[in-house]
């Protein structure tokens, strides 16, 4: 079985630019999320999607941080314009059940790792 | 605040010594536990979780993790490291609803031969 795809692996900008991440998720998968890592911490939950809706996005930069999942399948995560903290590596994880339940597991993709000059 | 701890941001090892990495969790109810590994450039695997029962809970690449529901801790070991055992590991919790995790800041590991 194919596994969370992520592109670009990684991208340089310069601050106030803006930066598009695309994720794939495990085929079936209901839940799709976005989590950023900074260098040194553990990742962070941006925002999280079961099927088409969102169902965690309360620590989402919503000035500047947008992302979509259309068709309940692939995803797209958006940030304009770009501040240097955003530096860190983008993860999308997916998991197979729609209701969030515990024994849910979360399989990861690569992740993308955005430098902010 | 729901939070989980990593109390050693480091650590050095030689091969075919034991490991054991320190994880500490503070939620009001006992949450579900999991380790993760994150190889260099790669995203993160799951090793273990713990929901409930037998509280040693056996994982893939050899690895265990035990839950001390009395010191709030849920440490991840390992009898014999191995060099491709190098990585950082990460702690994770949750309350459940909506499965969100929280992650520890990770440890990292280092294998010398």
């Known amino acids: 079985e194919a596994g969370v795809a992520q592109s670009p692996r990684y991208k340089i900008i310069e601050k106030r630019q803006s930066v598009a991440f695309w994720c794939n998720p495990i085929?079936?998968?209901?839940?799709l999320y976005w989590y950023q890592q900074i260098l040194g911490q553990g990742p962070k939950l941006l925002i999280q999607?079961?099927?088409?809706?969102?169902?965690?996005d309360s620590q989402l930069p919503k000035d500047r941080f947008s992302a979509e999942r259309l068709k309940g399948v692939d995803s797209t995560l958006k940030i304009q314009p770009a501040k240097l903290e955003d530096s860190a590596v983008y993860l999308c994880?997916?998991?197979?059940?729609?209701?969030?339940?515990?024994?849910?597991?979360?399989?990861f993709g690569p992740g993308t790792r955005l430098t902010v000059l | 605040a729901q939070s989980v701890t990593q109390p050693d941001i480091h650590i050095t090892v030689s091969e075919g010594a034991s490991l054991e990495l320190r994880c500490n969790y503070s939620?009001?109810?006992?949450?579900?536990l999991f380790w993760y590994v994150q190889s260099p450039g790669q995203g993160l695997q799951l090793l273990l979780k713990y929901f409930s029962g037998d509280t040693l809970v056996q994982g893939i690449k050899g690895f265990e993790a035990e839950f001390k529901r009395s010191q709030s801790s849920f440490n991840l070991r390992k009898p014999s490291v191995h060099w491709s055992d190098a990585a950082e590991y990460f702690c994770a919790a949750n309350s459940g609803g909506y499965n969100k995790l929280i992650f520890g800041a990770g440890t990292r590991l280092a294998v010398h031969p």
């Open positions: 085929s079936g998968h209901a839940t």
């Open positions: 999607f079961q099927n088409n809706g969102v169902v965690d």
């Open positions: 939620y009001g109810a006992t949450p579900y």
């Open positions: 994880a997916s998991s197979p059940l729609g209701g969030g339940g515990v024994t849910d597991t979360q399989y």
